[in-house]
């Protein structure tokens, strides 16, 4: 569950509301809130499921192989790569907004530099840095609840903020906010490293879920009741201006320090996840085979680590943490949606008391809904780089066809 925590409480709770009330309102973005949860939970279920059929590394890249074909298997890697690398970058701009707003494009910049840098040494997050991460973040979330509340211009009033554009508009929110519970399927993948996981991973994977989504709601109550829909809409660190607004400038510090040791954490770990996918996806050929080097000392992908860093950067440099989100949750949430396809070619499971097909039909259906209603700059952006890896697939696919039909037969 902690392993869970530490996944999900990450760059969205100290960003995301502010999109996801700039399309729905406050209101709406309650309703959102809870909309994205539930798909969490029913693409968390359809992973947990794959998870214990193939036991490996890869997630819905493997899933995607072995029950719908290579190129459903390759069009979940891809669009784990790159709407992961987009939000390598959203993570780096937080930390820009918070530690130095007026430089937040240097401050992440400098970020990926040296995040790249520990990984690059071989230097990984353990359980243990895991649970301090876990324990930080939750006392910089409780400090902006309490501070929030009691500093006097807290108003449930705000709340009823409608704004946004009404059921699409609510749609949108979800979607953007799917970005803040990306990371659960981690559990998922324990399969090898916990005891008894056809039991544990069941239990872990909603406990973690409903607990970030009781933390998520509490805050989305607290900052809409503080700032309002429209000052929450336009603010680039919801969580500090919160306390700064309740009177408590001196406590903004505390807060920003805390997001961006948080973030870096979380940074930390999903470059080096990319890194690792594109490394597995380069050995099959899916992408160029350099990018499939091992540093011969620090056994590392570097040179798969070194190009999602570059194009990271690419990506802080031109643009900005809202589309960045908006693009990571469209190419994600297709990732997702074969995930939840390859699950429902698993048929019942009735050793599960839950409704497993239901849930993957439901959330294969919500994945595609959220994806096509985000802001249509993320949706044109995420499916055109899918078509780009999907035409990638294709040219591949037909150089190595005719390669193979124009070499000689071995005796």
């Known amino acids: 569950m902690v392993i869970g925590l530490g996944s999900m409480l990450g760059a969205g709770v100290f960003v995301v509301f502010a999109p996801a009330a700039a399309a729905a309102g ?49 069009l979940a890697g891809w669009g784990f790569v790159v709407g992961k690398t987009a939000s390598c970058a959203a993570m780096a701009l937080t930390i820009g ?27 990984g997050k353990t359980a243990t840095a895991t649970k301090a991460l876990v324990v930080l973040v939750l006392g910089v979330l409780a400090l902006v609840a309490v501070a929030g509340i009691g500093g006097g211009d807290f108003s449930l009033g705000r709340l009823g903020d409608l704004g946004g554009t009404g059921n699409r508009g609510m749609l949108t929110a979800a979607g953007l906010l799917f970005f803040a519970f990306a990371g659960y399927a981690r559990i998922a993948t324990l399969g090898e490293e916990v005891r008894d996981p ?14 970030v989504l009781a933390i998520y709601v509490t805050l989305a109550v607290v ?19 919160v306390v700064t607004a309740a009177g408590l400038p001196g406590l903004a510090w505390v807060v920003r320090a805390g997001a961006t040791v948080a973030v870096t954490g979380v940074l930390l770990s999903l470059l080096a996840g990319v890194g690792r996918t594109t490394l597995a996806m380069a050995r099959r050929r899916d992408l160029p ?6 540093h011969p000392r620090h056994k590392v992908p570097h040179r798969a680590e070194l190009a999602v860093a ?60 959220l ?17 780009l890896g999907a035409l990638w697939y294709a040219v591949k696919s037909v150089f190595t066809q005719s390669h193979a039909g124009g070499q000689s037969p071995r005796t």
């Open 223 to 241: 900052t809409l009741g503080v700032l309002g829909a429209d000052r929450l809409a336009a603010s680039t660190a919801p969580l500090a201006d």
């Open 289 to 294: 085979g350099a990018l499939a080097a091992v």
């Open 26 to 74: 406050g209101a709406g973005l309650l309703l959102a809130l809870a909309l994205a949860g539930f798909i969490a939970f029913c693409n968390a279920t359809s992973s947990a499921r794959l998870a214990a059929r193939y036991p490996e590394s890869g997630g819905t890249y493997v899933y995607g192989r072995e029950r719908l074909g290579s190129f459903a298997g390759f």
């Open 198 to 211: 056809e039991r544990t991973i069941p239990r872990a994977v909603p406990l973690a879920l409903g607990v």
């Open 371 to 387: 994806a096509v209603n985000l802001p249509l700059a993320s949706v044109l952006a995420g499916f055109g780089v899918l078509a």
């Open 97 to 123: 907004a918070y530690l130095w707003p007026g430089q937040a494009r240097l401050v992440a910049v400098a970020a990926v530099v040296a995040v790249t840098a520990v990984n690059l040494r071989g230097i």
């Open 310 to 369: 570059a194009v990271v950067i690419v990506v802080v440099a031109l643009g900005d943490v809202r589309t960045a989100i908006g693009f990571s949750s469209c190419t994600v949430l297709v990732y997702y949606a074969i995930t939840n396809a390859s699950a429902l070619t698993l048929g019942r499971d009735p050793a599960r008391k839950l409704p497993v097909q239901l849930l993957a039909a439901l959330g294969l259906v919500g994945c595609v809904v």
